[in-house]
């Protein structure tokens, strides 16, 4: 054999075990997709973070993983690859206030958040707006507006957007005690829930029973205070009372409230909270 052949061999070996490698890659990586996030009121400690698979019509499939969120809210979970959507349940734990930093205890009430396909590394909040999305959502495919589940969570976040003014609804919170990027749009949405703190806490409510409330009003696409039966809206949990018609409007003037409240450690001015808007 000849020293051309023996490198011309060598060159077709070599790149067989490259192209050997690469498709083992390629497959490995492909095994699972990998999904971190924050739940968050404030940070909600200690809280089981349940991943369940969804059906077409929106109803929960059978569990696929399950963590524990550490004490930031943060959690992590490794799930199958899918083109479909994945719920989120977070329930237990406790939170601190934004406002006035009194711990609540989450108990047997949930927050959810739909993930719209379990493909690679996806970073997903769970709270109060990914609560809305998911009432939304539902209420999309109960109105008949949307018979697959994954198209009426499209529509549901626009919507969403829309309603409260924030680009992306589904991004994790920044901790408002050390926001990353005040402007961005982890800051806002961290902002945002610091006014639905406010305006809980102000009015004796926890931000858990008025995040549930806007949540349950956004399922028929209004913010009115009343639910798709026409019936005004209850406060449950710790709560109690009627949501207001202009709760959403209300959130946005104490989203400026709290940037001038001693609450305030994150350094949150009146001008980020403006560039939130709050549209009905």
Known sequence: MTSRVKREMGKWVLAGFLTASLTMCGKNNSDSASLTGRASLGPISAA???????????????????????????????????????????TGGNYVEESGKATVQVGSQKLHAFVVSAQGKIDTGVDSVTEMVYRRAKGLVAEGKSADISIAIQTAMNETASATGLADVSVSADDPNRPQDPDGSAGKKALFL?????QAVSNGRTSLDESLALAQDFEDGKFDGKDDSNATISF???????????????????????TSSSDNTGGFNASDAAQVSLNQ
């Open 48 to 90: 089981a973070v349940i991943a369940l698979a969804v059906n077409a019509d929106g109803s929960e499939g059978q569990t696929i993983a399950q963590t524990t969120t550490d004490a930031e809210g943060n959690f992590s979970l490794t799930v199958p690859p899918s083109p479909n959507p994945i719920e989120l349940v977070v």
């Open 194 to 198: 610091c006014g639905i703190s406010k």
């Open 236 to 258: 449950s949990g710790q709560s109690s009372g009627t949501l207001s018609s202009n709760e959403l409007q209300l959130v946005g003037a104490a989203q400026v409230a709290f």
